[in-house]
């Protein structure tokens, strides 16, 4: 059986593990190149995304999730992890970096300080019925995207908060906190088929 990795370097890693063993899945946590050489696809947990960044230098871990990406791997991003799945980051700090591998811009914290926290209503037509329930939790945007990037999903306002590209998946909310399945299963699906 494929085994799904959940990068442990920060963040909220148990939810992510939670979702993937209620969907069967043998998962691992990845905070070491070897780890990371390992898996079949990778989990990025939100949390603070220059933080996963400078970790997974200090940890020598990112050199190696690159690569994965690069040859393929399916990867699914939540919030800081759509963050460090993004080509560009519009405002990193500190000469932030990301793993890239999905052809977007994002915008960290892109919901202001007075509504850094909401959940709305999302319909995602490629997930059916119901609308996904998602948490946004100081969440970042696709600010801009290539051609090859599908949106999964944007809010009434336009703004768009999930994507998907080749193998890479990624939403600026959490449905690992709301009790929403269908997206790590559509990451699964991709691990299965790779
Ligand atoms: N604001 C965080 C960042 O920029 C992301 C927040 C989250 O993952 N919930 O990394």
Redesign the pocket.
Known sequence: APVVGVLALQ?DVREHERVLHALGAEVVRVRRAAEAREIDGLVIP?????VIDKLSRAFGVRDAIVERIREGMPAYG???GM?MLADRIADGIDGQQSFGGLDITVR??AFGPQSESFEADLDVPRLGDPPIHAAF????VVADLGAGVDVLAALPDGRIVAVEQGALLATAF?PEVTGETRFHERFLDRVRAA
Do not use: D
């Open positions: 963040g939100g949390g603070e995304s220059s939540t919030c800081a963050i960290r914290n939790i100081r969440a970042p959490h």
